[in-house]
């Protein structure tokens, strides 16, 4: 049967043979055709415009533009909070991480500490770690147009002598890194939304939150445990470090919410 089939195939005249890859060659055509008019009818249902990559393209541009919703607990912590601190204004915590935000992002652009005189000393440990870094890299990172667009209460704990206050911020920015004119990482002209958690601890109690024997920081420069409340100078690299203060709040730093820090 095989041999039989194969004979009439062989007998077929050349025109035949000329067909078949013809007749393959238009159903191809007309099948790009159908993807094409589908992917089209796909890209202006859902972005307004024929071409798939444009809408794309402006999907991106739109995204650069809305900011983040920040996880506002305000109305559910903020009573908790008041109600231990009924002097706090927590709104002066705000404005201090904003300012402090906008010098620590300047501070990483220009390549040296540039924070207020009133910067948290774990701040400047975060920014000193981030210039070092940068540095060994040779690396010039560069947050440009920052704008800080809401702060709101995200977490208020009390916990082992400690309240521990965590605002968020949504904050939009240009952010690229470069070596040598080439870029690395980001986008020269692209903004990025984001967000970031600050959180400004209180000590309560020395002793309960262990901080009379083990303070639970950590040296800016070398990252070596801190013991004890009155020390002054990390007994491993020597660097100068302010001991904490009890019954005073704490900024412990920025950190931006991603799917490794949230």
Not at 56 to 71: D, F, M
Not at 144 to 159: F, G, L, S
Not at 207 to 223: H, K
Request: charged share 25%; proline share 4%; net charge positive.
């Amino acid at each position: 049967m095989k041999t039989a089939l194969w004979l009439l195939v062989a007998a077929a005249p050349p025109v035949v043979w000329l067909l078949v890859p013809a007749v393959v060659l238009l159903l191809l055509a007309v099948l790009v055709l159908v993807l094409l008019k589908k992917a089209e009818r796909f890209s202006r249902s859902l972005f307004g415009t024929k071409s798939l990559a444009e809408g794309l393209r402006r999907q991106e541009r739109e995204l650069s533009r809305t900011p983040k919703s920040v996880s506002g607990m305000t109305r559910i912590y903020e009573p908790r909070l008041l109600k231990d601190f009924p002097e706090l204004n927590w709104r002066e915590l705000q404005r201090r991480a904003e300012q402090w935000m906008l010098a620590y992002f300047s501070a990483i652009s220009q390549g040296k500490d540039g924070l207020p005189e009133d910067a948290s000393e774990a701040l400047r440990g975060q920014l000193a770690l981030r210039l070092r870094e940068n540095r060994r890299r040779q690396v010039r990172e560069r947050f440009e147009e920052v704008v800080i667009h809401d702060t709101q209460i995200a977490n208020y704990e009390r916990k082992q002598g400690t309240c521990v206050l965590t605002l968020q911020s949504a904050v939009g920015y240009i952010h690229y890194k470069e070596k040598d004119g080439v870029l690395l990482e980001g986008d020269r002209t692209l903004a990025v939304q984001t967000k970031y958690n600050i959180p400004w601890m209180y000590v309560q109690d020395a002793s309960a939150a262990n901080l009379d024997r083990v303070m639970g920081a950590t040296c800016p420069s070398c990252g070596a445990p801190i013991t004890g409340l009155g020390v002054k100078k990390c007994e491993y690299c020597g660097l100068a470090v302010t001991p904490v203060n009890v019954q005073v709040w704490i900024l412990q730093g920025f950190y931006e919410v991603n799917y490794h820090n949230v």
